[in-house]
């Protein structure tokens, strides 16, 4: 059973920076991309990031371009999510998941297992 924990999250203000961690358990097989999605009060759930395992490719959504990058420690099983020059928007919870590849990296749909999520607050 593959299982997911995110940390990092918390309370910053605009301009500011935080990193996510995703600790991940129980891969057999496959292999998995990464992703990271968001959640925002009365929105739906969007997909911020993705890292391929086949060969370490990135996907960004728009909004997230050249301020936030993704990575993976493959010996620790950690995937990160360093997020800069945060902004309000951004608040969110967010969410570590993962999902055999291929699959569609910035589409919810896509993953079949997921992180309990971590709330991140960007606030003056």
């Known amino acids: 059973q593959v299982q997911l924990v995110e940390s990092g999250g918390g309370l910053v203000q605009p301009g500011g920076s935080l990193r996510l961690s995703c600790a991940a358990s129980g891969f057999t097989g496959h292999y998995y991309a990464m992703g990271w999605f968001r959640q925002a009060p009365g929105k739906e759930r969007e997909g911020v990031s993705c890292?391929?395992?086949?060969?370490?490719?990135?996907y960004y959504a728009d909004s997230v371009k050249g301020r936030f990058t993704i990575s993976r420690d493959n010996a620790k099983n950690t995937t990160y999510l360093q997020m800069n020059s945060l902004k309000p928007e951004d608040t969110a919870v967010y969410y570590c998941?993962?999902?055999?590849?291929?699959?569609?990296?910035?589409?919810?749909?896509?993953?079949?297992?997921w992180g309990q999520g971590t709330q991140v607050t960007v606030s003056s």
């Open positions: 890292i391929s395992s086949i060969d370490g490719r990135t």
């Open positions: 998941a993962t999902g055999a590849e291929p699959l569609p990296p910035l589409t919810p749909e896509g993953y079949d297992y």
